[in-house]
Nanobody
């Protein structure tokens, strides 16, 4: 069983950048596909980005494509979300999630596919 801990959130101005980290412990990290989700106040949790267990496949929501980059370092058991050109509408609690995948290049957009979740880190983008 894997445990996930996010960090790197904070307050940033419009147009700024942040890098979120998700550190995993327990389990075999390289067997887990990873995803980032976010939830703004009063809204449902939404998909942001995902990476396959190998890191060879990635997927992004349309709202962040071209601005955010997901990556992973299996040796460090860490997944990253580099967020550039931030907008006020990116303000949310960001969650890291994992699911154990048989397939090296599988990713998922549905939160229901993910078995493990972190506690979240708050990102606030001021206008």
């Amino acid at each position: 069983q894997v445990q996930l801990l996010e960090s790197g959130g904070g307050l940033v101005h419009t147009g700024g950048s942040l890098r979120l980290l998700c550190a995993a412990s327990g389990g075999t990290f390289s067997t887990y596909a990873m995803g980032w989700f976010r939830q703004a106040p009063g809204k449902e949790r939404e998909f942001v980005a995902a990476t396959s267990r190998s890191g060879g496949s990635t997927d992004y929501s349309d709202s962040v494509k071209g601005r955010f980059t997901i990556s992973r370092d299996n040796a460090k058991k860490t997944v990253y979300l580099q967020m550039n050109s931030l907008k006020p509408e990116d303000t949310a609690v960001y969650y890291c999630a994992a699911f154990e995948s048989w397939f090296a290049e599988r990713t998922h957009r549905s939160p229901n596919a993910y078995s493990y979740w972190g506690q979240g880190t708050l990102v606030t983008v001021s206008s």
